[in-house]
């Protein structure tokens, strides 16, 4: 690695991992969203929200429809804090528009700034993806042995979680990414849920989350609801399901729990490991390793009107 190397990150999975490589001082300017490390909090912060504030969970799904059918952005990048970075390279993400500034927006503006700054697109949708950007960060920055021994770290958890749930009953789990309207959870989580010891009733291995309706969601026969919204915390998404509740009350699922999708579902860093500890201690919490003290799931306990 060129330790002079100046990196901006776009999103905030590629600063978590920036970060995992022990990149702290090479990480110039990142999001907005970038929240993690808490070092990361103190980078100077080049994008903005393009939504107005204070928006409810359908209001913000409404928003988010209106601006990607008319080719608008979700966020906004400042072309001239950009510049002022002075990156020799931008790690961003072209996978989804929510998520992130367009790529073919920073890939347009990065060969406008001198030098030239390499971009590079990290666009997992399945687990294994997720260690090949790692191993691909690594090499773009001269970090080979040490992505090498997160990906081994990574699959020691990984394998530890396997033997743990082996031979266990599955449990049949509903992820629901958003609630109003109903988001099936897809890309890697279907398959952490397997990892887990779980049968995912509606999601599908790799492929993009997607839109469902209550009666179908009902029908699966789900024995637990995860509520995983994109973006939210712990708190908010329990906030969020008890806003829901007649709808989750009508899956008749046996037990439903809360997660922070920002830290262990929504974004494929590597955190994603302790999202799949926290899975795996909710669906087999005797068998399964105990998962990091920060990673919970929140009950949901919801009021029923006698009827």
């Known amino acids: 690695m060129v330790t002079s190397m100046r990196i901006v990150s776009l999103v905030p999975h590629a600063t978590e991992l920036l970060f995992a490589l022990g990149l702290d001082e090479n990480v110039v300017a990142v999001t907005?969203?970038?929240?993690?490390?808490?070092?990361?909090?103190?980078?100077?912060?080049?994008?903005?929200?393009?939504?107005?504030?204070?928006?409810?969970?359908?209001?913000?799904?409404?928003?988010?429809?209106?601006?990607?059918?008319?080719?608008?952005?979700?966020?906004?990048?400042?072309?001239?804090?950009?510049?002022?970075?002075?990156?020799?390279?931008?790690?961003?993400?072209?996978?989804?528009?929510?998520?992130?500034?367009?790529?073919?927006?920073?890939?347009?503006?990065?060969?406008?700034?001198?030098?030239?700054?390499?971009?590079?697109?990290?666009?997992?949708?399945?687990?294994?993806?997720?260690?090949?950007?790692?191993r691909a960060v690594a090499a773009a920055t001269g970090r080979e042995a040490q992505g090498e021994r997160l990906v081994a770290r990574t699959a020691r958890r990984v394998e530890r979680v396997r033997r743990a749930v082996a031979g266990l009953q599955r449990v049949r789990v509903l992820a629901l990414e958003w609630l109003e309207p109903p988001f099936v959870a897809g890309h890697w989580?279907?398959?952490?849920?397997?990892?887990?010891?779980?049968?995912?009733?509606?999601?599908?291995?790799?492929?993009?989350?997607?839109?469902?309706?209550?009666?179908?969601?009902?029908?699966?026969?789900?024995?637990?609801?995860i509520v995983m919204p994109c973006g939210y915390d712990a708190p908010r998404a329990h906030a969020q399901a008890l806003a829901h509740g007649d709808a989750l009350g009508r899956l008749s699922v046996q037990r439903i729990v809360a997660v922070d999708a920002s830290a262990y579902f929504s974004r494929p860093g590597p955190r994603l490991i302790d999202g799949l500890e926290l899975l795996a201690h909710i669906l087999h919490r005797d068998a399964a390793p105990a998962p990091p003290p920060e990673a919970r799931a929140l009950d949901v306990e919801l009021v029923t009107t006698p009827g």
């Open 32 to 134: 907005h969203e970038c929240d993690y490390p808490a070092a990361a909090r103190k980078r100077v912060r080049i994008t903005r929200d393009a939504l107005p504030a204070g928006l409810c969970a359908g209001e913000i799904d409404a928003a988010v429809r209106e601006r990607t059918l008319a080719g608008q952005a979700i966020y906004e990048l400042d072309r001239d804090a950009l510049a002022a970075a002075r990156p020799d390279l931008i790690v961003t993400q072209a996978l989804c528009p929510v998520c992130a500034v367009s790529y073919d927006d920073v890939a347009s503006i990065a060969r406008e700034l001198p030098g030239r700054p390499r971009v590079i697109a990290l666009d997992p949708t399945t687990l294994p993806d997720t260690q090949a950007d790692v």
């Open 189 to 225: 989580t279907p398959q952490m849920i397997e990892l887990a010891g779980g049968e995912d009733v509606a999601g599908r291995p790799g492929e993009p989350s997607r839109t469902g309706d209550w009666t179908t969601l009902a029908d699966a026969c789900a024995d637990v609801a």
